[in-house]
């Protein structure tokens, strides 16, 4: 609750200054225009729809990007976490892949897929399956050796073991990976529809650098921030705060 | 005494058994000519330094580890891999936090392929001979350390071992708790007459629990000497027949402790 009102004060603290700032003249408006204004145009938007279509194609963009990446990610993650051979070899290029920003695959994927939807979707695949699939074997590999001593003595073996103990036992870091996978979905999206010119959020927000319209790219980009927090704070942190009380990983509170 | 009978039929023989974890650094003998035996319903305790190779036989009682020489017998049979009929408790109660109390206590029901309205009656009353019925549905992580113990001893039970392996069970717990855990842990005994194998290197523990005391050597473990304890149940940590025999038995393990320290002190300087 007090932590709630810290927050609010800052940002209400934050946006006065802005207000004060502008109000000053040190800038042109065009530089830095007033979050009055910002505001204004971030209504426009929403009410003359462009914002919404732009949400809901990015969103649909993004939501199928990502569940592609669980498809892919979630059980090559399982089979390298419990695999040697995959873990020194397909483990060892997927660790080097991540060092890559996942919007170097643009060229590529505009080679292989041309100007289509599929080139825009292999992007996002490409920035968000990495890191699920290196967390859920992460996982799977950290799976306390007490847990499979006690199963073992307990005659489970071969699929029990592994969905019995192995898998929920990693379901903290297998969470911690689709967060993360989340996160690096919808940068890799904005940065693709910045890049190639399409319909979405990223077009909307360069079509304002090139009307010079301040108040549209600031607004569009309290857009992007807005649905990357919401769903953090709506998904991801309360399934994680359940599941690291449950597992004993903090105390309860 | 049973010195006419032909050779007892034991419960649980180890013949010789020896253990030699190998590595880069060099090979680490840990178990060399372990000899022990249990009667069926017996509780024997092995106490021993850190270190001399209890747990390391534990576990190759267990099936989790491979003995490199000797033989592991139970009913006079050689036992494989990890089985049913050998329940382990571990110094820590490593229960699932994912499952609740019942689940935790049925889990290895389920691996038995026992169907499920039968495996939750077997979890109720086992959880109910350790009295933690009303907990059957709580999480993990709202248990005691001694609950967990508990719930850990109804886990190994419902399985209806043969033997039951316990490393070091009450070593992290306080010592109030750790005393009622004794009374529970006897009567559950002599309820159910299991052949118990507990490791402690608490030697008023070890003689508080067994019919025998057999104390390890320092690394590589061997039985080095064996004490009967006859008194009569439940022994109260302060009778004096206990505190005497504690003290010999201390002597001894005192010194094993020491050996145990120079071995360690004389590998450290030769790498
Ligand atoms: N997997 C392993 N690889 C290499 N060495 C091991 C391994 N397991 C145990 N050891 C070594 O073997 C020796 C015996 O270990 P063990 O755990 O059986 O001792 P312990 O008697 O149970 O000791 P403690 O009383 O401290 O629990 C130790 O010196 C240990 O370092
Ligand atoms: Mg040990």
């Given at each position: 609750?007090?932590?709630?009102?810290?927050?609010?004060?800052?940002?209400?603290?934050?946006?006065?200054?802005?207000?004060?700032?502008?109000?000053?003249?040190?800038?042109?408006?065009?530089v830095?225009?007033?979050?009055?204004?910002?505001?204004?145009?971030?209504?426009?938007?929403?009410?003359?729809g462009?914002?919404?279509?732009?949400?809901?194609?990015?969103?649909?963009?993004?939501?199928?990007?990502?569940?592609?990446?669980?498809?892919?990610?979630?059980?090559?993650?399982?089979?390298?976490?419990?695999?040697?051979?995959?873990?020194?070899?397909?483990?060892?290029?997927?660790?080097?892949?991540?060092?890559?920003?996942?919007?170097?695959?643009?060229p590529?994927?505009?080679?292989?897929?041309?100007?289509?939807?599929?080139?825009?979707?292999?992007?996002?695949?490409?920035?968000?399956?990495?890191?699920?699939?290196l967390?859920?074997?992460?996982?799977?590999?950290?799976?306390?050796?007490?847990?499979?001593?006690?199963?073992?003595?307990?005659?489970?073996?071969?699929?029990?073991?592994?969905?019995?103990?192995?898998?929920p036992?990693?379901?903290?870091?297998?969470?911690?990976?689709?967060?993360?996978?989340?996160?690096?979905?919808?940068?890799?999206l904005?940065?693709?529809?910045?890049?190639?010119?399409?319909?979405?959020?990223?077009?909307?927000?360069?079509?304002?650098?090139?009307?010079?319209?301040?108040?549209?790219?600031l607004?569009?980009?309290?857009?992007?921030?807005?649905?990357?927090?919401?769903?953090?704070?709506?998904?991801?942190?309360?399934?994680?705060?359940?599941?690291?009380?449950?597992?004993?990983?903090?105390?309860?509170? | 005494?049973?010195?006419?009978?032909?050779?007892?039929?034991?419960?649980?023989?180890?013949?010789?058994?020896?253990?030699?974890?190998r590595?880069?650094?060099?090979?680490?003998?840990?178990?060399?000519g372990?000899?022990?035996?249990?009667?069926?319903?017996?509780?024997?305790?092995?106490?021993?330094?850190?270190?001399?190779?209890?747990?390391?036989?534990?576990?190759?009682?267990?099936?989790?580890?491979?003995?490199?020489?000797?033989?592991?017998?139970?009913?006079?049979?050689?036992?494989g891999?990890?089985?049913?009929?050998?329940g382990?408790?571990?110094?820590?109660?490593?229960?699932f936090?994912?499952?609740?109390?019942?689940?935790?206590?049925?889990?290895?029901?389920?691996?038995?392929?026992v169907?499920?309205?039968?495996?939750?009656?077997?979890?109720?009353?086992?959880?109910?001979?350790?009295?933690?019925?009303?907990?059957?549905?709580?999480?993990?992580?709202?248990?005691?350390?001694?609950?967990?113990?508990?719930?850990?001893?109804?886990?190994?039970?419902?399985?209806?071992?043969?033997?039951?392996?316990?490393?070091?069970?009450?070593?992290?717990?306080?010592?109030?708790?750790?005393?009622?855990?004794?009374?529970?842990?006897?009567s559950?005994?002599?309820?159910?007459?299991?052949?118990?194998?507990?490791?402690?290197?608490?030697?008023?523990?070890?003689?508080?629990?067994?019919?025998?005391?057999?104390?390890?050597?320092?690394?590589?473990?061997?039985?080095?000497?064996?004490?009967?304890?006859?008194?009569?149940?439940?022994?109260?940590?302060?009778?004096?027949?206990?505190?005497?025999?504690?003290?010999?038995?201390?002597?001894?393990?005192?010194?094993?402790?020491?050996?145990?320290?120079?071995?360690?002190?004389?590998?450290?300087?030769?790498?």
């Open positions: 609750m007090s932590g709630a009102r810290r927050r609010l004060l800052f940002f209400a603290g934050l946006l006065v200054l802005w207000e004060v700032l502008v109000r000053l003249h040190l800038w042109p408006d065009y830095i225009p007033s979050p009055l204004a910002v505001a204004r145009s971030l209504v426009d938007g929403l009410v003359s462009v914002l919404p279509r732009a949400i809901l194609i990015s969103l649909r963009r993004v939501a199928l990007g990502y569940g592609v990446s669980l498809l892919i990610g979630l059980p090559l993650g399982l089979l390298l976490g419990r695999t040697r051979l995959l873990q020194d070899t397909l483990g060892t290029l997927v660790l080097g892949l991540q060092a890559l920003p996942s919007i170097c695959w643009l590529l994927a505009l080679l292989w897929f041309g100007l289509s939807e599929t080139a825009i979707g292999f992007v996002v695949v490409m920035g968000a399956v990495l890191s699920i699939t967390s859920t074997a992460d996982g799977v590999r950290n799976t306390p050796p007490l847990y499979l001593r006690a199963a073992r003595t307990m005659g489970a073996h071969g699929w029990r073991l592994y969905a019995g103990v192995i898998l036992s990693a379901l903290p870091a297998i969470l911690s990976g689709m967060k993360l996978g989340w996160s690096f979905a919808w940068r890799s904005m940065a693709a529809e910045l890049i190639y010119i399409t319909t979405g959020l990223g077009q909307v927000l360069t079509l304002g650098r090139e009307l010079n319209d301040m108040t549209r790219v607004s569009v980009m309290l857009v992007i921030i807005a649905i990357g927090l919401l769903t953090d704070y709506a998904v991801f942190r309360p399934a994680e705060q359940r599941v690291r009380q449950r597992w004993g990983l903090q105390g309860g509170s | 005494m049973t010195p006419l009978s032909p050779s007892p039929v034991w419960k649980l023989e180890l013949r010789g058994v020896s253990k030699t974890f590595s880069s650094h060099g090979d680490y003998p840990a178990l060399k372990l000899d022990v035996s249990a009667a069926p319903g017996e509780f024997v305790c092995l106490l021993g330094p850190s270190g001399c190779g209890k747990t390391t036989a534990l576990n190759i009682i267990a099936g989790l580890e491979q003995a490199d020489k000797g033989d592991v017998l139970i009913d006079g049979r050689p036992v891999g990890p089985g049913p009929d050998r382990l408790i571990f110094q820590e109660a490593a229960l936090p994912w499952l609740n109390v019942r689940d935790n206590v049925a889990f290895g029901l389920a691996a038995q392929g169907p499920h309205r039968e495996r939750m009656r077997l979890a109720d009353s086992h959880l109910e001979m350790v009295h933690l019925q009303e907990f059957a549905a709580a999480s993990v992580h709202q248990l005691s350390g001694g609950m967990k113990q508990r719930v850990a001893l109804a886990r190994a039970l419902a399985l209806n071992p043969q033997v039951l392996l316990m490393d070091e069970p009450f070593a992290a717990l306080d010592a109030q708790t750790r005393e009622a855990l004794h009374l529970e842990l006897q559950l005994w002599s309820a159910t007459r299991k052949t118990i194998v507990f490791v402690t290197h608490n030697v008023r523990e070890a003689l508080v629990l067994g019919d025998r005391v057999l104390l390890l050597s320092a690394r590589p473990g061997h039985v080095k000497r064996e004490f009967r304890c006859e008194l009569p149940r439940p022994r109260p940590m302060e009778s004096h027949t206990l505190v005497d025999l504690a003290q010999t038995v201390m002597q001894d393990l005192r010194s094993e402790v020491l050996a145990a320290q120079q071995e360690a002190r004389r590998e450290r300087r030769s790498p």
